[in-house]
């Protein structure tokens, strides 16, 4: 199982972004996809997380800016991302609560990073 992450750059304050992360690999089912970013010098932390159905929470700090979606046929999330600010400069991964097949719980996970760079 692999998850691919693609969508970073550098954007200047103000802008857009929006981030893919497919899922790929032998996959029986997919619960929770999430978001998260980890700036220098600080801890990873969770930016928005959707469940398999639709339900959807956000950090504070994004909330009205930021709009994660999900395409289960895909096996793929979105991370739309406007009105950016210097302070949302970052590596951001992409999660997934998943099980695989032949596997018989649900593991975490994890997308190497992209970079998302906001700078005017």
């Known amino acids: 199982v692999q998850l691919q992450a693609s969508g970073g750059g550098l954007v200047q304050p103000g802008g857009s972004l929006r981030l893919s992360c497919a899922a790929t690999?032998?996959?029986?089912?997919?619960?929770?996809m999430s978001w998260y970013r980890q700036a220098p010098g600080n801890q990873r932390e969770l930016v928005a997380a959707?469940?398999?159905?639709?339900?959807?929470n956000y950090a504070d700090s994004v909330k009205g800016r930021f709009t994660i979606s999900r395409d289960n046929d895909e096996n793929t999330v979105y991370l739309q991302m406007t009105s950016l600010k210097p302070t949302d400069t970052a590596v951001y991964y992409c999660?997934?609560?998943?099980?695989?097949?032949?596997?018989?719980?649900?593991?975490?996970?994890w997308g190497k990073g992209t970079q998302v760079t906001v700078s005017s």
């Open positions: 959707i469940t398999v159905g639709g339900s959807t």
């Open positions: 690999g032998s996959i029986f089912s997919i619960n929770t």
């Open positions: 999660n997934a609560d998943l099980v695989a097949l032949g596997d018989y719980v649900s593991r975490s996970y």
